[in-house]
């Protein structure tokens, strides 16, 4: 691999003046820079960032923290960080907690050792190893979807209450009053946040919520699978089920294609976050779609805005959901 020496000297220049025509720090004269431009492309020579960031603070990269990479949902959302990071001119560095806090903490040391420019995280849980970590830390951070307990930062998130509101609403629209609730785990926000929509659209209609219609699970097909077992069993099954996501939810209607339960006929169900396989399901869901690209893209430019405004007010973003009707949902059958 070619030196910035190297090319210096096949330049005939001093290596200042190398640095200076890379970084554009000092005006160089057009027939140094494109003797430099020329060796620098002859012998395909790439600057080390690690020397540039040491010279400049700056690193442009940023460091991204997920709970689990095989959910469609966090690689939506990635996407559109990732697209507008690359037009804002920054790098990302993608760390995956697999929901475990501790290896959470691990990966953001990490990343700090890194010299990232900024930090997103999307909490896997929080712990006083967690809050003490982010808040010794002055690195500019963006967090999405999951608030961290003791730790200031700019907020991104989706009106998760009012998506899980609207998905209840819509089944006792279409008749059903025996609904149920497959909400994600306790101990996070969005959780409680669309099972609190949930109740209130029992409430609003005079339904009273049954808590045997109410399971927490893990946001996997599995976790759905089981609970819709669970749901199924009893002895007065429910004739709808809100699903506080898709993949929860596709578990779930192999768990009721199993039981020998007809979709929608006999039990309709509304999933959450609009993943590309919710449209390919069978029968497509029905679901609430977060605006997840556009989630990913606010969080991208928010967090380049704070790297280059340290000191403004921090900003809370709150997105619209919608519900997206397709064939996994039908008027109760009298």
Do not use: W
Request: glycine share 6%; proline share 5%.
């Amino acid at each position: 691999m070619a030196t910035m020496k190297q090319v210096a000297e096949k330049a005939r220049v001093s290596t200042t003046t190398v640095s200076h025509v890379i970084n554009n720090t000092r005006v160089v004269s057009e027939d140094a820079r494109e003797r430099v431009l020329a060796v620098i492309q002859e012998l395909r020579y790439i600057p080390s960032a690690v020397a540039r960031s040491l010279k400049n603070d700056k690193t442009q990269t940023l460091g991204m923290m997920i709970p689990n990479n095989s959910n469609p949902y966090f690689a939506e959302i990635i996407q559109g960080i990732e697209d507008a990071s690359f037009k804002l001119g920054y790098n990302i560095i993608l760390c995956n907690s697999y929901d475990d806090p501790k290896k959470q903490a691990a990966y953001i040391r990490v990343l700090m050792e890194k010299r990232i420019d900024g930090l997103i995280l999307v909490s896997s849980g929080s712990d006083e190893e967690l809050t003490q970590l982010l808040a010794d830390e002055g690195i500019p951070k963006v967090l999405v979807d999951r608030e961290v307990s003791g730790v200031a930062a700019d907020f991104i998130e989706a009106d998760h209450e009012q998506g899980g509101y609207e998905a209840t609403k819509y089944l006792i629209e279409l008749g059903h009053r025996r609904i149920a609730c497959v909400a994600g785990p306790e101990n996070l926000l969005p959780s409680g946040d669309r099972v609190a929509g949930y109740l209130r659209a029992l409430a609003e209609a005079g339904l009273a919520a049954r808590p045997d219609y109410l399971i927490h699970s893990d946001f996997t097909s599995q976790g759905g699978f089981n609970a819709f077992r669970q749901l199924l069993a009893l002895p007065e099954r429910p004739s709808a089920i809100f699903a506080s996501n898709d993949l929860m939810a596709i578990g779930g209607i192999c768990a009721a294609n199993q039981a020998g339960v007809a979709i929608p006929q006999q039990l309709s169900v509304v999933g959450y976050d609009d993943i590309a396989l919710a449209s390919f399901s069978t029968p497509p869901l029905t679901t609430i779609a977060q605006p997840k690209h556009a989630i990913g893209t606010l969080t991208a430019q928010v967090l380049a805005d704070r790297i280059a405004l340290p000191d403004t007010p921090l900003r809370r973003e709150m997105l619209k959901s919608q519900l997206v009707v397709r064939q996994s949902t039908a008027r109760l059958q009298a």
